[in-house]
């Protein structure tokens, strides 16, 4: 069964503290991707990445960052977490070159930065 | 740019009642349409899909139909259960990184009482 596993369910930081969050996916799927979700604005997409090493802004990558060095792995980096950067993130992997794959989402991350 | 447009929840229905949960697009050309579905303390999972105009995307008792005279995709149950309690997701696939980045709605919230 396809997997996507986030290291975390519940993160509690300091304001000012570089923050990771990672995720693994055992479908060898391609595409990998960050989104924050927060009530009132839905799913907003941080960064995606359709290769190793290869990534892409997504509609709000301001304060974050992201690295994927192995196919399976896509961390979110947070260089000096803020408050306002307090959600719930939730990553997701789909296979390229098939249209119209679904995406296949992690239980997500709760991260509150005080 | 492509955006989704969800009904406001929260929505309270009693069990065996009809659904419909509205959804509207703006999106150039002909995107491929979907509903998301989060249970409780869960990522989320495709609940159906339909990529072409007049298209009907089924599952679960659920079903919606791309309608691009309308712009909408609206998501409808004859009977709903309560094991349908959860938030659901309406989102387009976007062309501009083949069909796999969405853009989704701000989702809504259903509870069904027994």
């Known amino acids: 069964d396809v997997k996507v596993t986030q290291s975390s369910r519940y993160l509690v930081k300091r304001t000012g503290e570089k923050v990771f969050l990672e995720c693994v996916q055992d479908m060898d799927h391609e595409n990998m991707f960050w989104y924050r979700q927060d009530p009132g604005l839905g799913l907003r997409l941080i960064y995606f990445?359709?290769?190793?090493?290869?990534?892409e802004k997504g509609d709000i990558p301001e304060g974050y960052s992201v690295s994927r060095e192995k196919k399976e792995r896509f961390s979110l980096i947070l260089e000096s977490a803020s408050t306002n950067q307090t959600s719930m993130y939730l990553c997701?992997?789909?296979?390229?070159?098939?249209?119209?794959?679904?995406?296949?989402f992690g239980n997500g991350t709760r991260l509150t930065v005080t | 740019g492509d955006s989704v447009t969800q009904m406001e929840g929260p929505v309270t229905l009693s069990e065996e009642a009809f659904l419909t949960i509205n959804c509207t697009y703006t999106a150039t050309g002909y995107p491929s349409l979907f509903w998301y579905v989060q249970y409780p303390g869960e990522g989320l999972q495709l609940l159906l899909k339909a990529t072409k105009a007049d298209d009907k995307g089924s599952n679960k008792g659920f079903e919606a139909t791309y309608r691009k005279e309308t712009t909408s995709f609206h998501l409808e149950k004859g009977s709903v259960q309560v094991s349908d309690s959860a938030v659901y997701f309406c989102a387009l696939s976007g062309k501009n990184f083949g069909n796999e980045k969405l853009t989704f709605g701000t989702g809504t919230r259903l509870t069904i009482i027994p």
């Open positions: 997701a992997s789909s296979l390229s070159g098939l249209p119209n794959s679904p995406l296949h």
């Open positions: 990445s359709y290769d190793v090493k290869m990534k």
